[in-house]
């Protein structure tokens, strides 16, 4: 392969994105939430609790600079949409493999838009008996949440209200695996 052609191919250079946070900026930040996690946690039964999938690239970092004994588990969940727009109702496809009464449990979100979603799965979680129930995500879009008030916890940044991929979060399934959160310039060309 060329060096033409492997550019080509490279999803991580590819020219369609532009990079919001580096690996770099997103790694620092990540592990302040972590250390922040483990001094409020002390003496708790925490379990982080992933939204498949968006979550998953955050979650397995988060964990990792949490020193502390944890649990965690997953769950799956779709959100019915009036057209763009999240209706607030949703559907669990996935659900926790253990119960979570007396747990402390952080909710662990890759990005909150409306917080519609969260704020349903909040309300479901709630009537389980958990001690304590809170929310991590690793961006939050605050300028479009004029549904639900959700309170965010431990946030790895505010952005603006744009549609971004990477670090676990996909248009239509691709960039997940991105080591960074960029923004897709022209989504015509995915
Ligand atoms: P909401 O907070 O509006 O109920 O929904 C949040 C969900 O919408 C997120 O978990 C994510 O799946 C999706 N979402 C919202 N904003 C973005 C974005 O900028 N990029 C991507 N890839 N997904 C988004």
């Known amino acids: 392969m060329s060096t033409q052609e492997a550019a080509a191919a490279s999803e991580f250079s590819n020219s369609n994105l532009e990079t919001m946070f580096t690996a770099e900026q997103i790694a620092d930040r990540v592990k302040v939430l972590g250390e ?28 990792r600079h949490i020193d502390l004994p944890m649990d965690i588990d997953f769950m799956s969940v779709a959100s019915y949409k009036d057209g763009t727009v999240s209706s607030g109702d949703i559907e669990i496809l996935k659900d926790l493999t253990k119960p979570i009464r007396g747990k402390d449990v952080i909710i662990v979100e890759d990005i909150i838009d409306t917080g519609l979603t969260l704020h349903r799965l909040v309300d479901i979680l709630g009537t389980r008996g958990a001690n304590s129930i809170r929310i991590a995500t690793l961006l939050d879009k605050p300028e479009p949440r004029v549904k639900k008030e959700v309170t965010v916890d431990y946030c790895g940044f505010e952005i603006p209200n744009r549609f971004v991929v990477g670090y676990g979060l996909d248009v239509a399934g691709r960039y997940r695996n991105l080591p960074f959160v960029a923004v897709v310039k022209d989504p015509d060309q995915l």
Do not use: A, P
């Open 36 to 63: 922040e996690i483990t001094r409020d946690y002390q003496g708790k039964e925490l379990v982080l609790v992933g939204v498949l999938k968006g979550s998953c690239v955050f979650m397995s970092d988060l964990m």
